[in-house]
T-cell receptor, first 115, second 116 residues
Framework: NAGVTQTPKFQVLKTGQSMTLQCAQD?????MYWYRQDPGMGLRLIYY???????DKGEVPNGYNVSRLNKREFSLRLESAAPSQTSVYFC??????????????FGDGTRLSIL | AQKITQTQPGMFVQEKEAVTLDCTYD???????LFWYKQPSSGEMIFLIY??????QNATEGRYSLNFQKARKSANLVISASQLGDSAMYFC?????????????FGQGTELSVKP
């Protein structure tokens, strides 16, 4: 039961470096999401993909880009990492954006530190 | 504005007792879903229970139940017969159709500690 798989689990970067966080789901879900979780806060939406071929900004998109590679995969890229992007990143998926009764299923998260 | 409020940063409960975690929400949309997630110290987000805005009955899933009071806009999580493994952060979240792809709006969480 893989569900939502995120890689890597941990990463340390220097300011200005770039990296891509990978996410894949095997539940045939249409919608995928990237959230960040900062200490003492709930999760905040960075970007989402309501369906294959579409991506849109969430609440905190600055400094990030995304790619919906196919129905299974949704990657998050930091082009020039900044210390403010130190956070735990979660990828999630659900059946459809228009289905408020469907839970989102989360990956295990990526702990990212920017020095 | 859509918002979730969890007013209890931390809670303690004795093992085998019941505990209620508070959650209030704010939305003008008539159709929405309310969710509770558990985040243990290992960090993953685990879906616990769901309540729809049009549901007449309170949701239950094993030891978890959701006390849904629509007029008061509250969706409290009740955990019966607490276990040591229930110690974790608990997040209340709301999902509104077509709001930024059906994103989840999270509260700040409640840290539950179960005492032996």
């Amino acid at each position: 039961n893989a569900g939502v798989t995120q890689t890597p689990k941990f990463q340390v970067l220097k300011t200005g470096q770039s990296m891509t966080l990978q996410c894949a789901q095997d539940m045939n879900h249409n919608s995928m999401y990237w959230y960040r979780q900062d200490p003492g806060m709930g999760l905040r939406l960075i970007y989402y993909s309501a369906s294959e071929g579409t991506t849109d900004k969430g609440e905190v998109p600055n400094g990030y880009n995304v790619s919906r590679l196919n129905k299974r995969e949704f990657s998050l890229r930091l082009e020039s990492a900044a210390p403010s992007q130190t956070s735990v990143y979660f990828c999630a998926s659900s059946e459809g954006a228009g289905m408020s009764n469907q839970p989102q299923h989360f990956g295990d998260g990526t702990r990212l530190s920017i020095l | 504005a859509q918002k979730i409020t969890q007013t209890q940063p931390g809670m303690f409960v004795q093992e085998k007792e019941a505990v209620t975690l508070d959650c209030t929400y704010d939305t003008s949309d008539p159709s929405y879903g309310l969710f509770w997630y558990k985040q243990p110290s290992s960090g993953e987000m685990i879906f616990l229970i769901y309540q729809g805005s049009y549901d007449q009955q309170n949701a239950t899933e094993g030891r978890y139940s959701l006390n849904f009071q629509k007029a008061r806009k509250s969706a409290n999580l009740v955990i019966s017969a607490s276990q040591l493994g229930d110690s974790a952060m608990y997040f209340c979240a709301m999902r509104v159709i077509y709001n930024q792809g059906g994103k989840l709006i999270f509260g700040q969480g409640t840290e539950l500690s179960v005492k032996p």
